[in-house]
């Protein structure tokens, strides 16, 4: 085959696959937007933080127009090659509860025709996944607290502010009578200190609390409550006298 020959045939095959001899190739970035207890997002390849995190993932591909693409977004955990979890979806989003390290990957194809562009295996061998460490539960209660006080901190009756990865949660406020006073199903929130909208005595209550960590510790906690405040006979609806 003369010169000119092999030159015409090179040109056949540019123009059967114009698209496999660019730069403008489908390709993916992989991205992490990770929503924690202040409310924030930000953006993260290698994130830490308390369950439930709300996460979302985001493809990146570009240059797929005139391609057919498939996303699987594969969830597993540190050490396991087998996913919990794979998801069908470009862009999806996942809420973590379960304490440890979680490897997210996306496994993406691209066919035209006869072409295909794989990102799955060979590609991870490269490429460092998304990587997401859930912390282990913790959760305590006080034993007091001043409602009249000027310290913001100590007005409400609420969990300890070290409590982390507390995936379920409901607490229950009673008097010495048995007599409940208060209910909230929110780590974050708390007792006031009131009941039916009125201050209770200075005195001592009673919590119970049963709770779930994202590291599968179940919390039982019974203890005292002691409400400090100055004493009036106004102020002894639910109370003690």
Same mark, same amino acid.
């Not at 693409?69 to 069908?88: G, K, M």
């Not at 048995?178 to 039916?196: F, H, I, R, S, V």
């Given at each position: 085959?003369?010169?000119?020959?092999?030159?015409?045939?090179?040109?056949?095959?540019?123009?059967?696959?114009?698209?496999?001899?660019?730069?403008?190739?489908?390709?993916?970035?992989?991205?992490?937007?990770?929503?924690?207890?202040?409310?924030?997002?930000?953006?993260?390849?290698?994130?830490?933080?308390? /369950?439930?995190?709300?996460?979302?993932?985001?493809?990146?591909?570009?240059?797929?127009?005139?391609?057919?693409?498939?996303?699987?977004?594969?969830?597993?955990?540190?050490?396991?090659?087998?996913?919990?979890?794979?998801?069908?979806?470009?862009?999806?989003?996942?809420?973590?509860?379960? /304490?440890?390290?979680?490897?997210?990957?996306?496994?993406?194809?691209?066919?035209?025709?006869?072409?295909?562009? /794989?990102?799955?295996?060979?590609?991870?061998?490269?490429?460092?996944?998304?990587?997401?460490?859930?912390?282990?539960?913790?959760?305590?209660?006080?034993?007091?607290?001043?409602?009249?006080?000027?310290?913001?901190?100590?007005?409400?009756?609420?969990?300890?502010?070290?409590?982390?990865?507390?995936?379920?949660?409901?607490?229950?406020?009673?008097?010495?009578?048995?007599?409940?006073?208060?209910?909230?199903?929110?780590?974050?929130?708390?007792?006031?200190?009131?009941?039916?909208?009125?201050?209770?005595?200075?005195?001592?209550?009673?919590?119970?609390?049963? /709770?779930?960590?994202?590291?599968?510790?179940?919390?039982?906690?019974?203890?005292?409550?002691?409400?400090?405040?100055?004493?009036?006979?106004?102020?002894?609806?639910?109370?003690?006298?």
């Amino acid at each position: 085959m003369n010169v000119r020959n092999v030159f015409l045939l090179l040109a056949l095959q540019l123009a059967a696959y114009p698209l496999l001899a660019q730069d403008d190739l489908p390709s993916i970035h992989p991205t992490a937007y990770y929503t924690g207890d202040d409310g924030i997002e930000v953006e993260s390849a290698s994130h830490s933080g308390n /369950a439930p995190m709300n996460a979302r993932f985001v493809a990146g591909a570009e240059n797929t127009a005139g391609w057919s693409a498939n996303y699987e977004w594969h969830f597993s955990r540190e050490n396991e090659d087998t996913p919990y979890l794979i998801r069908y979806e470009e862009d999806t989003q996942f809420t973590f509860t379960e /304490a440890g390290t979680h490897i997210i990957q996306l496994y993406a194809t691209f066919v035209q025709g006869n072409d295909t562009i /794989a990102y799955t295996d060979d590609y991870w061998a490269e490429t460092e996944p998304l990587r997401l460490t859930i912390n282990e539960s913790k959760l305590e209660m006080p034993n007091a607290f001043s409602p009249n006080e000027d310290d913001d901190k100590n007005k409400i009756y609420r969990a300890k502010p070290t409590y982390q990865s507390i995936i379920e949660f409901h607490a229950v406020i009673f008097n010495r009578w048995g007599q409940k006073l208060y209910e909230w199903d929110d780590p974050a929130g708390g007792w006031d200190g009131t009941y039916n909208g009125k201050p209770v005595a200075q005195g001592v209550y009673f919590v119970l609390v049963r /709770a779930k960590g994202a590291d599968g510790r179940t919390y039982n906690i019974r203890r005292d409550v002691n409400l400090l405040r100055g004493y009036t006979e106004s102020t002894t609806v639910g109370g003690t006298e």
